[in-house]
C-alpha cells in the first residue's frame, strides 16, 4: 500500500526486484518493531522447569533483539537463518560483496547473543 500511495514526484525505480524486496523486508520490520509483549500469543508448551526460559521468552526476546538490529543486518540475518539462504546468495540479492554478508552475520550473532544472555540472566 505504501508503494502505490507513493508521491508521483519520487524518482523511477531502476532495479524493481531490489526495491520491492527492501520494501517488505521494511514493512515486516515496521510490524515486528510496532508489536507490543502483551500482543504476541502464548505457545502452548509445557511450563518450564523452575530457572529455565520457555520457547515464547526465548522468541519474544528474539524479536526484540532482532529489532534492535540495523535494518540491513536484520535483513541479512534474517536471509541467512530463516530464509536458509547461503552467503553467496545473500550477497547476490542484495548486490553486496560476500565479505560484507559475512561479517554482518558474524557482528549480528554476536549482538544477539549479547543481548539474549542479558535478557535472560540466570535462566538456562
Do not use: W
Amino acid at each position: 500500500m505504501r508503494l502505490i500511495g507513493r508521491d508521483g514526484s519520487a524518482p523511477p525505480v531502476e532495479n524493481s526486484e531490489k526495491y520491492l524486496r527492501r520494501a517488505a523486508i521494511n514493512a515486516a520490520l515496521d510490524v515486528v518493531r510496532a508489536r507490543r509483549p502483551a500482543e504476541t500469543a502464548p505457545l502452548a508448551d509445557p511450563q518450564p522447569s523452575r530457572g529455565e526460559l520457555d520457547r515464547s521468552e526465548l522468541r519474544d526476546c528474539l524479536r526484540r533483539s532482532l529489532a534492535s538490529l540495523n535494518p540491513q543486518a536484520a535483513e541479512i540475518f534474517a536471509l541467512r537463518f530463516f530464509e536458509g539462504h547461503s552467503n553467496p546468495e545473500i550477497a547476490r540479492l542484495l548486490g553486496v560483496s560476500q565479505v560484507r554478508v559475512a561479517v554482518t552475520v558474524h557482528r549480528a550473532r554476536r549482538q544477539l547473543q549479547k543481548e539474549i544472555r542479558s535478557h535472560i540472566g540466570g535462566k538456562s
